[in-house]
């Protein structure tokens, strides 16, 4: 396959500032590729100088084979934007919008009509299409922004963050919109985002960006594989210190702690964290393994052996979020 | 690339459309300010019968603007000989003893009470033994009276159309105060210039041996334009807070993503106004033809590139704003700002007989730094004085010539990134 899209070394400086410090990646024709990092990695930044919003300060990139220096004009013509932040017009109706953002793609006539209402399908917003966007709900407005950069049927598809604010339900049709434009149409699409389960969900490959570096890039599969093992929870009438140093310097096992809380619910969902008061139900003890099947055994024998009670056993396989702990040694969101 | 042009100019049209507040402000107040000043310079071209002098004594006790505005109105009748006194009796006196036919009172609060539309009277005491003099005064005080209350309507009707408009009701109380007060002071001078200065005035220096009629219609020629002009240049502020809105709203980015040229963005935009510009002057001006008589001259085609070029001009001055200001509020307080200030100075306000062009000396100089002052004369020359095309070909330039700067400025300076 293809690249439709190479970045070499593309820098962005604001002043002193140096936003995005030389990245480098490609985007295979059909891909869904996602950029993950926390606030201010520089992810938009990224997308802005490829989709010709900004010029960039250093570097190079070509889109369908375009050179987004030289010949910008027809890049443009391949690339789709979803910008982060709503950007319609608000007094205008979603159709009014949609029908503008195909005419300045040079769209007219029957042909813009029959993309207008596709669109508006895809988003699934057909019967609102004659509404002013003001009316509309946060999440219907984000469909509105996505079909916005649909229109011309680009065939690189940047979404910059295309779910936050978003309600459940509307999130989970954006990612079915998502998944039915790469599968049906064959849409390439980089997809930004700070939620590593959306990531995780989408997309075949990403780049792991943070400061305006990427600090690795491949499928999830061998991105999860960099940190080994796993991750055991351990559920106990109780435990200390001691206890916890013991478990850590059982074979096959990294580290031991207690947690608080569960693992956070997927963004948005609103789920409340449930209690865990050590005194009525025990404690939770998490375990991160270099091999999880040989730690569960290990521990298992070892609690056998001192006699303490095993309430509840779970094995988790490791995800983005703790490869980026991993790797930077900070949390994808605060 | 033109059609790109086209579709951002339609997006533009269909924005303005929806801005219920900017178009009322753009039309509804220029006709109302036209059918105020035109009704009533007709009103004093008519009533032009001197000779009678009728002795009258006046007491204000009003502390109000419209008290003011009478007293002073009464002082500017040729018929009256005005006396004023402190006190209602004083007044009375001279009239019980034949000395004066009338005595006029009017009350304490009486401002108050027009602005908070309550009915009140203005109280005119005659002496019976002279009753054709008695008639004549009340008959002028109604006239005057008539007028106090086109100012509560004015102020009314000003406030209504600023209350409509977003930049007015997202402003402090404090801020509206002065934004209010501020239109009222300048229209309110501009209103009270054209009374004590009315059109006989000018009718009375030119006309000898014509008629009336014939003056006060080319001095229309001279005021509605003016008018037009001023109101046209408002839409600067409207304009250049447009384009700074798109990079607000985050629409920029998605022009700047598009195969657009940065030509076709401002191209589009400078389009739209242009046709928004040119709809004020046919209103303004076809509703001062038909209803006022308002005469078009002996080549009225040539109205029709002279507004396209004030069109041209005002619009390229919104973008040229907008490239110089950094939030749409700005932009918008800018030309509001500039558009009060240029019509003064352009002369759309100060109403001689000739357009402020041909004063001589400073005022002539710096009159000619605006376009206002360009475009009054030239609309002045072909409709009031029968010009021909090719008589106000030099504004013409003059006014392209400002508009290419303008825009220019405006390619040269926008930022065309986020
Ligand atoms: N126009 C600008 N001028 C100066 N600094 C900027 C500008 N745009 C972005 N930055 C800075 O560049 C860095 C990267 O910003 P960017 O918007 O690309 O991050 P991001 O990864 O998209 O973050 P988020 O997830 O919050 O959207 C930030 O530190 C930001 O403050
Ligand atoms: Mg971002």
Request: net charge negative.
């Given at each position: 396959m293809a690249a439709i899209l190479e970045v070499e070394n593309l820098s962005k400086k604001f002043g002193e500032f140096e936003a995005v410090k030389g990245v480098s990646f490609a985007v295979e024709e059909g891909e869904v590729f996602g950029l993950l990092g926390p606030n201010g990695a520089g992810k938009t930044t990224t997308i802005s100088m490829l989709t010709g919003v900004l010029p960039p300060s250093a570097g190079a990139a070509r889109v369908g084979g375009y050179d987004i220096r030289a010949e910008m004009h027809e890049a443009k013509k391949i690339n789709g934007l979803v910008p982060q932040d709503l950007a319609l017009y608000p007094t205008l109706s979603a159709r009014a919008n949609l029908n503008f953002f195909g005419r300045i793609y040079g769209l007219q006539g029957k042909d813009l009509k029959e993309r207008v209402s596709d669109v508006l399908r895809i988003v699934s917003l057909t019967e609102r299409a004659d509404q002013r966007i003001e009316t509309f709900s946060g999440g219907m407005k984000r469909r509105v922004n996505i079909a916005a950069g649909l229109v011309h049927q680009p065939r690189l598809l940047f979404l910059d963050e295309p779910t936050v604010g978003v309600d459940p339900q509307s999130r989970n049709h954006i990612f079915e919109s998502v998944q039915r434009l790469n599968r049906e149409r064959g849409m390439s699409i980089i997809y930004t985002s700070h939620y590593m389960e959306e990531v995780e969900l989408l997309c075949s490959r990403v780049a792991i960006i943070d400061e305006g570096r990427i600090i690795a890039l491949d499928t999830i599969k061998n991105l999860i594989a960099l940190l080994g093992g796993g991750v055991i929870n351990v559920g106990l009438t109780r435990a200390n210190e001691a206890l916890l140093a013991q478990l850590a310097a059982l074979p096959a096992v990294k580290e031991a702690a207690l947690i608080s809380q569960p693992l956070a619910p997927p963004p948005g969902e609103g789920a409340e964290p449930k209690e865990r008061p050590a005194s009525a139900s025990g404690v939770t003890v998490k375990i991160v393994a270099e091999h999880s099947q040989q730690a569960v055994v290990n521990v298992i024998g070892f609690l056998n052996g001192r006699d303490i009670t095993l309430t509840s056993l779970e094995i988790l396989e490791p995800n983005l979020e703790s490869v980026f702990l991993h790797l930077t040694g900070k949390k994808l969101r605060e | 690339m033109f059609k790109n042009t086209l579709a951002i100019a339609w997006k533009e049209i269909q924005l303005m459309l929806k801005d219920r507040g900017s178009l009322a402000i753009?039309?509804?107040?220029?006709?109302?300010?036209?059918?105020?000043?035109?009704?009533?310079?007709?009103?004093?071209?008519?009533?032009?019968?001197?000779?009678?002098?009728?002795?009258?004594?006046?007491?204000?006790?009003?502390?109000?603007?419209?008290?003011?505005?009478?007293?002073?109105?009464?002082?500017?009748?040729?018929?009256?000989?005005?006396?004023?006194?402190?006190?209602?009796?004083?007044?009375?006196?001279?009239?019980?003893?034949?000395?004066?036919?009338?005595?006029?009172?009017?009350?304490?609060?009486?401002?108050?009470?027009?602005?908070?539309?309550?009915?009140?009277?203005?109280?005119?005491?005659?002496?019976?033994?002279?009753?054709?003099?008695?008639?004549i005064v009340t008959g002028i005080m109604n006239q005057v009276v008539d007028e106090a209350t086109i100012w509560g309507e004015i102020q009314y009707g000003i406030r209504a159309v600023l209350e409509d408009s977003d930049a007015f009701t997202t402003a402090s109380p404090e801020q509206q105060q002065a934004f209010a007060a501020q239109n009222l002071g300048v229209i309110m001078t501009q209103l009270n210039e054209m009374r004590r200065n009315p059109a006989i005035a000018v009718v009375s220096e030119d006309l000898e041996g014509a008629t009336i009629e014939g003056g006060i219609e080319i001095f229309f020629a001279l005021m509605f334009p003016g008018l037009t002009v001023m109101f046209v240049f408002f839409i600067v502020g409207v304009c250049a807070a447009s384009l700074l809105n798109e990079r607000e709203a985050g629409t920029l980015r998605r022009l700047l993503a598009a195969p657009l040229t940065p030509s076709a963005i401002i191209g589009g935009k400078t389009l739209a106004y242009m046709a928004l510009a040119c709809a004020q002057v046919v209103v303004l001006l076809g509703v001062a033809a038909i209803f006022f008589n308002m005469p078009l001259g002996a080549s009225p085609l040539a109205l029709l590139p002279l507004t396209v070029i004030l069109a041209f001009v005002a619009a390229a001055m919104g973008m040229m704003i907008a490239a110089l200001?950094?939030?749409?509020?700005?932009?918008?307080?800018?030309?509001?700002?500039?558009?009060?200030?240029?019509?003064?100075?352009?002369?759309?306000?100060?109403?001689?007989?000739?357009?402020?062009?041909?004063?001589?000396?400073?005022?002539?100089?710096?009159?000619?730094?605006?376009?206002?002052?360009?475009?009054?004369?030239?609309?002045?020359?072909?409709?009031?004085?029968?010009?021909?095309?090719?008589?106000?070909?030099?504004?013409?330039?003059?006014?392209?010539?400002?508009?290419?700067?303008?825009?220019?400025?405006a390619a040269w300076r926008f930022r065309f990134t986020d």
């Open positions: - | 753009l039309f509804l107040l220029p006709l109302l300010f036209g059918a105020v000043y035109g009704g009533m310079n007709l009103k004093f071209a008519d009533t032009d019968d001197a000779g009678i002098l009728v002795r009258v004594g006046v007491v204000n006790l009003d502390t109000g603007i419209f008290g003011e505005e009478i007293t002073a109105a009464l002082h500017t009748i040729d018929e009256l000989q005005i006396t004023d006194y402190e006190t209602a009796a004083e007044a009375e006196a001279p009239v019980a003893t034949g000395e004066a036919a009338a005595a006029i009172v009017i009350p304490a609060g009486f401002t108050e009470q027009v602005n908070a539309y309550t009915p009140t009277e203005i109280e005119v005491i005659v002496d019976p033994a002279q009753p054709e003099s008695a008639s200001s950094k939030t749409p509020k700005q932009a918008d307080t800018t030309g509001t700002v500039l558009g009060f200030v240029l019509a003064g100075i352009g002369g759309c306000i100060a109403m001689g007989p000739t357009p402020l062009t041909r004063t001589t000396g400073f005022i002539g100089i710096l009159s000619k730094l605006t376009p206002h002052a360009h475009a009054l004369e030239a609309y002045y020359s072909l409709m009031g004085e029968n010009a021909t095309f090719v008589q106000v070909l030099p504004e013409m330039g003059i006014l392209l010539a400002m508009g290419l700067l303008f825009f220019t400025i």
